[in-house]
């Protein structure tokens, strides 16, 4: 069976996580075997940035992927165990058996190939479809991982619930 690679980026700050999200749940309630991770945010009194974490797809656990760093901290905020965690979760899934893989985010850690990755060349091998999240500022990195494998989709839900549910496979 052949497998699909797409992309999406958005502009807004946390607009992606939302966005993923929904089209999980879509691609879940039209039946597909979704394995992946979508991000779900939460605002803490007193702190400027939001706490991040992963929901392990398709029914979790939640895990801590973001340090709380203080309010006058500007360095990286990830939590790399707890993003670790969330791969060794999805690559345990995986091997179950999965149609869609959703990785929320190609961020830091796959740019410098880690993190997600290898879960992400694994599902590939598997002929598992693969839709990824990314940034302005990781985009090179993921075009130089997928090579000209990858599709560009744009960050419409519509457009996204019909990639991921109704597609026919190898389209």
């Not at 990858?150 to 990639?163: F, G, Y």
Request: charged letters at 20%; hydrophobic letters at 45%; glycine letters at 12%.
């Amino acid at each position: 069976m052949p497998m699909r690679l797409a992309y999406t980026m958005t502009g807004g700050r946390g607009a992606l996580d939302p966005l993923l999200h929904g089209v999980a749940q879509e691609a879940m309630a039209a039946g597909r075997r979704v394995v992946g991770i979508v991000q779900v945010n939460s605002d803490r009194p007193g702190c400027a940035r939001c706490d991040m974490d992963a929901v392990v797809l398709p029914d979790g656990p939640m895990i801590r992927i973001s340090q709380s760093l203080g309010p006058e901290a500007r360095g990286c905020r990830l939590d790399a165990a707890g993003l670790e965690q969330a791969v060794a979760a999805t690559q345990a899934r995986l091997s179950t058996g999965a149609d869609l893989l959703i990785v929320n985010k190609f961020g830091k850690q796959e740019a410098a190939g880690r993190g997600f990755r290898p879960v992400i060349a694994a599902a590939l091998e598997q002929g598992v479809d693969v839709l990824l999240g990314v940034n302005a500022l990781n985009l090179d990195a993921l075009l130089e991982f997928t090579g000209d494998l990858a599709t560009a989709l744009p960050p419409d839900p519509a457009t996204l619930s019909r990639w991921v549910v109704h597609e026919e496979h190898g389209v």
